[in-house]
């Protein structure tokens, strides 16, 4: 399963935009990437995904570089709501099957 | 609700023992997926069934850990003699499929304490 980097940890203002990025370089032509997220004493949501294009839907935008090896989720305006633990995943598009977790990505919010 | 349903959503046992952990998965969902959780880490993948067969279960520790789902919906994840290291939170989800681009909807698990 291909692996993706991402901090640690980011910190953001409420009401402002914040920026999770995500490096993923050994990213093959079929694997699609997943972002979820986990609130406290919750399970994992959904966020958004893409392949190539970037994505927008209402919780967030995924940018995709030209080259695929790095992409970055938007959240446009932080709420404290958004304050989780938020995770990139590379998931292959032929194969499909299970969700690779890493150590994501702590964001909190500060009001 | 009509979301992933997981009982019980504690559970608190002693060292040897057997434990049972259930999920209900979303109605029409073929695919439900098996992942534990310990503090400050990301969810461990352990097992995922299409229907009623397991179609990757790599991640499965060692042969105390067992998973069913009989008819295709309801699964059962089985712990024999437990340990302490067991001691985690287990997740649940289930998708339509197991597309690369469906989504998977988690259950709010089931916490598992094992003294």
């Known amino acids: 399963d291909a692996k993706t980097t991402q901090p640690n940890s980011m910190e953001s203002n409420e009401e402002e935009p914040v920026h999770l990025p995500c490096n993923h370089s050994?990213?093959?032509?079929?694997?699609?990437i997943h972002w979820y997220r986990q609130l406290p004493s919750q399970g994992p949501e959904y966020v958004i995904h893409?392949?190539?294009s970037n994505v927008n839907n209402r919780m967030a935008s995924l940018a995709i570089a030209e080259d695929r090896k790095s992409s970055t989720l938007i959240l446009h305006r932080a709420t404290l709501r958004d304050a989780a633990v938020y995770y990139c995943?590379?998931?292959?598009?032929?194969?499909?099957?299970?969700?690779?977790f890493g150590q994501g990505t702590e964001l909190s919010v500060k009001p | 609700g009509a979301g992933v349903s997981q009982t019980p959503s504690n559970k608190v046992t002693e060292k040897g023992k057997y434990v049972e952990l259930r999920c209900d998965p979303i109605?029409?969902?073929?695919?439900l997926y098996w992942y534990r959780q310990s503090l400050g880490q990301g969810p461990e993948f352990l097992i995922y069934?299409?229907?009623?067969?397991?179609?990757?279960d790599s991640g499965l520790p060692n042969d105390r850990f067992f998973a069913v789902r009989p008819e295709g919906s309801v699964s059962t994840l089985k712990i024999q003699r437990t340990e302490r290291g067991d001691s985690a939170v287990y997740l649940c989800?289930?998708?339509?499929?197991?597309?690369?681009?469906?989504?998977?909807?988690f259950g709010e698990g089931s916490r598992l304490t094992v003294l």
């Open positions: 989800a289930s998708s339509r499929g197991v597309s690369g681009t469906g989504e998977l909807f």
């Open positions: 050994t990213i093959s032509g079929t694997d699609y």
């Open positions: 893409g392949l190539t």
């Open positions: 995943i590379l998931r292959d598009g032929n194969q499909g099957g299970k969700l690779i």
């Open positions: 109605s029409g969902h073929t695919a």
């Open positions: 069934f299409q229907g009623t067969g397991a179609a990757d």
